[in-house]
């Protein structure tokens, strides 16, 4: 089973959009998600920066700024 992790930050309106969108696309799969804020740790805003919202499949980076629905469907599948 497949698990969905948004790096975002507090303040960011794509991050907000970004969450949204996996919420809806994890909810229709029956996938766990979670989010975490990259300012909570200074490792993470190292790696990640302004690059935010960075969605990971199984903890490997799929994509960043916007969810692309459909690869991510299909990279669930």
């Known amino acids: 089973m497949s698990r969905v992790t948004v790096m975002t930050r507090q303040g960011c309106h794509?991050?907000?959009v970004a969450e949204?969108?996996?919420?809806?696309i994890c909810a229709d799969l029956e996938v766990?998600?979670?989010a975490v804020d990259v300012d909570s740790d200074?490792?993470?805003r190292a790696?990640?920066?302004?690059?935010?919202p960075v969605?990971?499949?199984d903890d490997a980076e799929h994509g960043y700024w916007q969810v692309e629905?459909?690869?991510l469907r299909a990279?669930?599948?």
């Open 14 to 16: 794509a991050c907000e």
């Open 20 to 24: 949204s969108d996996v919420a809806r």
């Open 32 to 34: 766990a998600w979670s």
């Open 42 to 44: 200074p490792e993470l």
């Open 47 to 52: 790696e990640y920066g302004d690059r935010v």
């Open 55 to 57: 969605i990971l499949v």
């Open 69 to 71: 629905e459909d690869r």
């Open 75 to 77: 990279a669930l599948a």
